[in-house]
């Protein structure tokens, strides 16, 4: 059981960089970003490939990895830069179409529909359940980092500059803004957390295939974003403890209800969670933590 429940916190920190990325791209930005596993196999690709091959330390693949997906996000942005909500989504889920396809027929590097095996580890000292633990320290560390850094992001006028893109790009635009240059960097800083997500994933499984471009993760990210608070850091963390915890305590409901089979429990399970998903937006429609709101006034209007 403690096994169990560390393996679910290093999963839930690696998803909670996901959520992190995707908040700062689409909570914060407005960026509506599809293709945030494209990203997120990109890193755990890049980071497994140099390791392996050039045989680099790993923690310096996992920055690499994390660097490279990071270009890859301000190139997706320069091509896309006249693309909006709807149209964007569509374009960057094909995205992920791609590097998807890219890791299932690109044999002689990615290894197909087999996957990556034996990525190496970290050296830490310790093997077992022990390194497991110290693993899961060091993803929750990284969280703890990164948040930090999106907070001192969104707090910053970077941050005000992409809520008024989120409001309308135009009139940011008027007021002497580069929309593509704050674009740019936007994607370029979250797909350098959501590759780093991917490169953490990558060495703590020591495997990689393209089954991680399953829509299911997706749908998951944005809902830990949407329940936990779309536009707030914390509430994308409390998010993705809040969807993890639905999701993997309905896995117990087969010692709570007995008579049904494997079908009905899974059918049960969806249920489940989908109720509870809609409660939660239904007592908190704008989260569990909503953006913070600040209201500017007139510093003469005040004295």
């Known amino acids: 059981m403690i096994s169990y429940l560390v393996a679910l916190l290093t999963f839930g920190a690696i998803y909670a ?6 908040n700062l791209m689409w ?31 790993v923690w310096l693949g996992v920055i690499a990895g994390a660097l490279i997906t990071a270009l890859f996000g301000a190139a ?28 299932e027929n690109f044999v002689s590097l990615t290894n197909g529909t087999d996957g990556l095996a034996q990525i190496p580890r970290p050296r830490l000292g310790v093997t077992g359940s022990d390194f497991n633990v110290v693993y899961l320290v060091i993803c929750v560390m990284v969280v703890l980092v990164v948040l930090a850094a999106m907070e001192r992001l969104r707090a910053a006028p970077f941050g005000r500059v992409l809520r008024a893109l ?26 350098f957390v959501l590759g780093l997500g991917g490169a953490l994933y990558a060495h703590y499984l020591t495997y990689i295939s393209p ?41 117990f409901l087969a010692d709570l209800v ?41 510093p003469a209007a005040r004295s």
């Open 211 to 251: 089954e991680v471009f399953q829509p299911q993760l997706m749908i998951y990210v944005f809902l830990a974003l949407i329940l936990g608070g779309r536009g707030n850091n914390y509430g994308a963390v409390l998010g993705t403890v809040l969807v993890l915890a639905i999701v993997e305590g309905t896995r």
């Open 166 to 191: 989120r409001a309308d790009p135009m009139v940011a635009a008027s007021a002497g803004k580069n929309v593509l240059g704050f674009q740019v960097r936007t994607l370029a800083v979250g797909g």
């Open 76 to 103: 997706t942005c320069i091509g896309l830069v006249k693309l909006r909500d709807d149209y964007l989504a569509i374009v960057t889920l094909g995205f992920a179409e791609v590097m998807r396809n890219i890791a």
């Open 17 to 22: 960089l996901l959520a992190l990325g995707l």
């Open 27 to 57: 909570g914060i930005a407005g960026m509506v970003n599809l293709g945030i596993l494209g990203y997120y196999a990109l890193g755990g690709y890049s980071s497994a490939l140099l390791t392996m091959h050039l045989g680099i330390p």
């Open 258 to 298: 007995h008579g049904l089979d494997a079908v009905q429990i899974g059918a049960l399970r969806a249920f489940v969670i989908g109720v509870a998903f809609i409660v939660v937006l239904q007592k908190r429609p704008h989260g569990l933590l909503p953006e913070p709101r600040r209201i500017y006034t007139d």
